[in-house]
């Protein structure tokens, strides 16, 4: 009996033993599970972060490519008015109206170099006449109208008072 209780004492003791362990082990196991957790709930958070900053990217993305798609179309539209526009010239008749406009560019230039020609026969004229001017005795005219002043005052003096 006593190696009954001995092994009872002693598989009791295992028995305590191995609970003991498994304590351990379900601490163990809980600290793990409550460690996976947690990184479960970082990776989830950074997750939702990281989907929240794609689709404010994408939002951003989808905002430009809309504004580009706009300019294109405005861009499209302006090319498409210049070309009706391009369409729409007379070729023809711009082109007589240019052969018009160098045509009178010809005469008016024709006109200003006759009028070259008249203003230098102007300016010679004008040269000959302050040659002729300088060459005037201005003192000699002085005098003689000073003479003709002297003869006249008396005659004219006489006329006032028979006058």
Request: proline letters at 1%.
């Given at each position: 009996?006593?190696?009954?209780?001995?092994?009872?004492?002693?598989?009791?003791?295992?028995?305590?033993?191995?609970?003991?362990?498994?304590?351990?082990?379900?601490?163990?196991n809980?600290?793990?599970?409550?460690?996976?957790?947690?990184?479960?709930?970082?990776?989830?958070?950074?997750?939702?972060?990281?989907?929240t900053?794609?689709?404010?990217?994408?939002?951003?993305?989808?905002?430009?490519?809309?504004?580009?798609a706009?300019?294109?179309?405005?861009?499209?539209?302006?090319?498409?008015?210049?070309?009706?526009?391009?369409?729409?010239?007379?070729?023809?008749?711009?082109?007589?109206?240019?052969?018009?406009?160098?045509?009178?560019?010809?005469?008016?230039?024709?006109?200003?170099?006759?009028?070259?020609?008249?203003?230098?026969q102007?300016?010679?004229?004008?040269?000959?006449?302050?040659?002729r001017?300088?060459?005037?005795?201005?003192?000699?005219l002085?005098?003689?109208?000073?003479?003709?002043?002297?003869?006249?005052?008396?005659?004219?003096?006489?006329?006032?008072?028979?006058?």
């Amino acid at each position: 009996m006593e190696l009954i209780e001995q092994r009872s004492v002693t598989d009791l003791k295992n028995v305590q033993d191995a609970l003991s362990e498994l304590k351990q082990m379900e601490k163990r196991n809980l600290s793990l599970n409550r460690i996976k957790m947690i990184c479960m709930a970082v990776i989830a958070s950074m997750i939702i972060i990281a989907g929240t900053l794609m689709m404010i990217s994408v939002r951003r993305f989808v905002k430009k490519t809309e504004e580009v798609a706009v300019s294109v179309k405005t861009a499209s539209d302006n090319i498409n008015a210049i070309a009706k526009d391009l369409n729409e010239i007379d070729y023809i008749d711009l082109g007589r109206k240019l052969q018009s406009i160098v045509d009178s560019a010809d005469e008016s230039m024709k006109t200003v170099g006759a009028s070259a020609g008249n203003l230098e026969q102007l300016i010679s004229d004008s040269k000959t006449t302050m040659e002729r001017l300088k060459s005037l005795d201005i003192d000699g005219l002085n005098d003689g109208i000073n003479t003709l002043n002297d003869i006249l005052a008396p005659l004219a003096k006489f006329f006032n008072l028979i006058g």
